[in-house]
Structures are given as structure tokens and as C-alpha cells.
């Protein structure tokens, strides 16, 4: 089986910055793109940034210009760097991964979630 753990959530005052990480483990063969995606209450989980097998980044425009996705393969890990935080970025922020499990096709796969909140 395959999990994927979010960590680096917590309080933050506006202006801040914060770090998430997504490490996946299982019984993995390959990773193809990874996201981070935020839902807050009584909203929508959306889209906040995305980052292809190949390193190709995709953003949504509230957060253009202040947060960066990364990913380390070698770690099986994603990344957001927050930067200039908001009180609207208060959410749960999630990790999504697509996975190719060894004797397994390919699947999405979602992390259980992280808070973040920031204080204006």
C-alpha cells in the first residue's frame, strides 16, 4: 500500500512564511506529478500548485509569485515554500500524487491533510 504523510502545518502570522512537505512510501515504482491542494471550511478543495515527473510547475493565481513547489525524487517528497501569507490561505492543504505501484497500474493517491492558519 502506498501512503502519502503532510507535515510543516501550523499557526502563522500574516506576512509569514511556511514549509509543507509530502513524503510518499510504499511499494512504489514511480512517481508522476504531485500536488498540493487547500480546502477551507464551507469551500471547495482546490488546486493550489502542481509540479510534473519532469519539473514542470503550474500555479493557481492566488498564490502565483508567493508560494514554490518543488519535489526531491530520490525522497519521494513534494514541497511547498509559503511565502507572504495571508489569511485567506487558512486551510487544510492536501498532497496528491500520482503512483505506479510495482504489480499496480497508475493511481492517484491523497495525503490526510494539514492545517494551516494565519493570523491577520
Known amino acids: 500500500q502506498v501512503q502519502l504523510v503532510e507535515s510543516g502545518g501550523g499557526l502563522v502570522q500574516a506576512g509569514g512564511p511556511l514549509r509543507l512537505s509530502c513524503v510518499a512510501s510504499?511499494?512504489?515504482?514511480?512517481?508522476?506529478?504531485m500536488r498540493w491542494y487547500r480546502q477551507a471550511p464551507g469551500k471547495q478543495r482546490g488546486l493550489v500548485a502542481s509540479i510534473s515527473g519532469g519539473g514542470a510547475t503550474n500555479y493557481a493565481d492566488s498564490v502565483k509569485g508567493r508560494f514554490t513547489i518543488s519535489r526531491d525524487n530520490a525522497k519521494s517528497t513534494v514541497y511547498v515554500q509559503m511565502h507572504g501569507l495571508k489569511p485567506e490561505d487558512t486551510a487544510v492543504y492536501y498532497c496528491n500524487a500520482e503512483i505506479i505501484m510495482y504489480g499496480s497500474g497508475l493511481r492517484a493517491y491523497w495525503g490526510q491533510g494539514t492545517q494551516v492558519t494565519v493570523s491577520s
Open positions: 510504499g511499494n512504489i515504482l514511480g512517481i508522476n506529478a
